[in-house]
């Protein structure tokens, strides 16, 4: 073989290289973006992979969200006379789609909620750190409200949003 023919079959293998290189690499990647479509029972080893360059995708959001419920008006005893309160909730999910029937539950989260109170005094919902206690309160007193339902697996959290004494 003389130096012409070596650096043509060089240059030959080189390209050859790169083309299969080049063909390998970008069926790695379609077979990656499209194993779900494969097999839907096999989870893909790169969960989350994507390329944005090379394909366009929409990516979800795994963070929570928050679904407001309608605000509750309720009435505490006092010493002299009645106070009332006004709460506005959300409640937290990373699932929102299975969430939005919550709505039609409202009747059960105001009913739990207004035995809640029916023990609560003025005065104890004026003392520092009652915020957070009442959070906490609500919040397992909506998870026990919903313990008989299919929600309850798909709340996160019960924030208090506003709160607001008379």
């Known amino acids: 073989m003389n130096k012409k023919q070596l650096l043509v079959f ?12 080049a063909g ?4 790695g990647l379609w077979y990656m973006q499209n194993a779900q479509k494969i097999s839907a029972a096999e989870t893909p080893s790169f969960e989350g992979f994507s390329l944005p360059f090379l394909f366009e995708q929409e990516t979800l959001k795994n963070g929570p969200s928050f679904h407001a419920l309608e605000k509750i008006v309720l009435s505490v005893k006092g010493n002299r006379q009645t106070h009332f309160v006004m709460l506005e909730l959300a409640v937290e999910t990373r699932h929102p ?8 539950y409202m009747p059960m989260v105001q009913n739990a909620l207004l035995k809640l109170f029916a023990n609560k005094h003025y005065d104890d919902l004026q003392k ?16 026990l409200a919903f313990a008989k339902t299919d929600i309850v697996r798909d709340i996160d959290d019960v924030l208090l949003t506003k709160y607001v004494v008379q």
């Open 10 to 21: 060089s240059g030959a293998m080189i390209i050859t290289s790169a083309l299969v290189s």
């Open 24 to 27: 390998v690499t970008l069926g």
């Open 97 to 104: 789609e299975r969430i939005e029937a919550i709505d039609e």
């Open 128 to 143: 520092d750190g009652a915020v957070e206690t009442l959070q906490e309160e609500v919040k397992q007193t909506l998870l």
